[in-house]
T-cell receptor
Framework: IAGITQAPTSQILAAGRRMTLRCTQD?????MYWYRQDLGLGLRLIHY???????GKGEVPDGYSVSRANTDDFPLTLASAVPSQTSVYFC?????????????FGAGSRLTVL | GQNIDQPTEMTATEGAIVQINCTYQ??????LFWYQQHAGEAPTFLSY????GLEEKGRFSSFLSRSKGYSYLLLKELQMKDSASYLC??????????FGAGTTVTVRA
């Protein structure tokens, strides 16, 4: 089934540890995104990539890094996790970044930092 | 910066109509989306408006007024499966889609 695969589904992590959330898409979409979703705040853009080899910062990029070595994969790394990074993380993709481009979301990764 | 406002919660009866309003003030505007998100699941696309007016898709319709910075999503003939969060999102350009906090709709029998 075409779509986006995220891993892990859920993770509990000690503060200060390094964590990478994985995201893979098989739709050959050019653009990929990482959002975090917190109660009362909605989805907030962390980082995005409009094509392989390029990345950009979103609304809340601090404490996170991304890479886009190829079209399909877009991992999100927390170098040293803090409790405020407890959230549900959604990876998404779209064919482009123009107005009508619909985002397809992965199922999400629930991260708890203690 | 961006400011996208929508009500937190709405409740309606099965078979009724509910209108979810969204107002926005954003640095750019390249279209407005509505997404549906069931509890514990990923958001899924419902509608897209870039020009003023009404777009109808079956039981769901979405309206946009760019001059007023205003949109609404209209859900008709409500069904229990329509209980979900509805997210208003504005494409501000440069690959930035900004979301409101979402409106949780509860459909009661």
């Amino acid at each position: 089934i075409a779509g986006i695969t995220q891993a892990p589904t859920s993770q509990i992590l000690a503060a200060g540890r390094r964590m990478t959330l994985r995201c893979t898409q098989d739709m050959r979409h050019n653009a990929m995104y990482w959002y975090r979703q917190d109660l009362g705040l909605g989805l907030r853009l962390i980082h995005y990539s409009n094509t392989a080899g390029t990345t950009g910062k979103g609304e809340v990029p601090d404490g996170y890094s991304v890479s886009r070595a190829n079209t399909d994969d877009f991992p999100l790394t927390l170098a040293s996790a803090v409790p405020s990074q407890t959230s549900v993380y959604f990876c998404a993709s779209s064919e482009g970044g123009g107005g009508a481009n619909v985002l397809t979301f992965g199922a999400g990764s629930r991260l708890t930092v203690l | 910066g961006q400011n996208i406002d929508q009500p937190t919660e709405m409740t309606a009866t099965e078979g009724a109509i509910v209108q979810i309003n969204c107002t926005y003030q954003t640095s750019g505007f390249n279209g407005l989306f509505w997404y549906q998100q069931h509890a514990g699941e990923a958001p899924t696309f419902l509608s897209y408006n870039v020009l003023d007016g009404l777009e109808e898709k079956g039981r769901f319709s979405s309206f946009l007024s760019r001059s007023k910075g205003y949109s609404y999503l209209l859900l008709k003939e409500l069904q229990m499966k329509d209980s979900a969060s509805y997210l208003c999102a504005v494409n501000e350009g440069d690959y930035k889609l900004s979301f409101g906090a979402g409106t949780t709709v509860t459909v009661r029998a």
